[in-house]
């Protein structure tokens, strides 16, 4: 599977983004799909998945829950994070990753496939 990220920029805190993945290759709905941020200086961290299925099961970091939103359009093979109120400990590059085995959604370690990451910058 190939995944292309997009939809980073720059936005001021309390402000919104919505970040896309499109994904190649593979048929989309055999896989869980996760997002990850990495900020500076900091380790990779789970953000928030999505079960195989749209409207399916998600999850998310405590940090972000009631902030952000996961989503998919399987007919479009794409995931898509909607990042409401953004402060500025949001900053960092955002992953998209695709899982087949469906488990431990939040560890990175169980991802197969990952997208190249996109840019989030919040400034005060």
């Known amino acids: 599977v190939q995944l292309q990220a997009s939809g980073g920029g720059l936005v001021q805190a309390g402000g919104s983004l919505r970040l896309s993945c499109a994904a190649s290759g593979r048929t989309f709905g055999d896989y869980v799909m996760g997002w990850f941020r990495q900020a500076p200086g900091k380790e990779r961290e789970f953000v928030a998945a999505i079960s195989r299925w749209s409207g399916g099961s998600t999850d998310y970091a405590d940090s972000v829950k009631g902030r952000f939103t996961i989503s998919r359009t399987n007919a479009k093979s794409t995931v898509y994070l909607q990042m409401n109120s953004l402060q500025l400990e949001d900053t960092a590059v955002y992953y998209c990753?695709?899982?087949?085995?469906?488990?431990?959604?939040?560890?990175?370690?169980?991802?197969?496939?990952w997208g190249q990451g996109t840019q989030v910058t919040v400034s005060s």
């Open positions: 990753a695709a899982q087949a085995r469906g488990s431990s959604w939040s560890r990175e370690e169980v991802y197969d496939y």
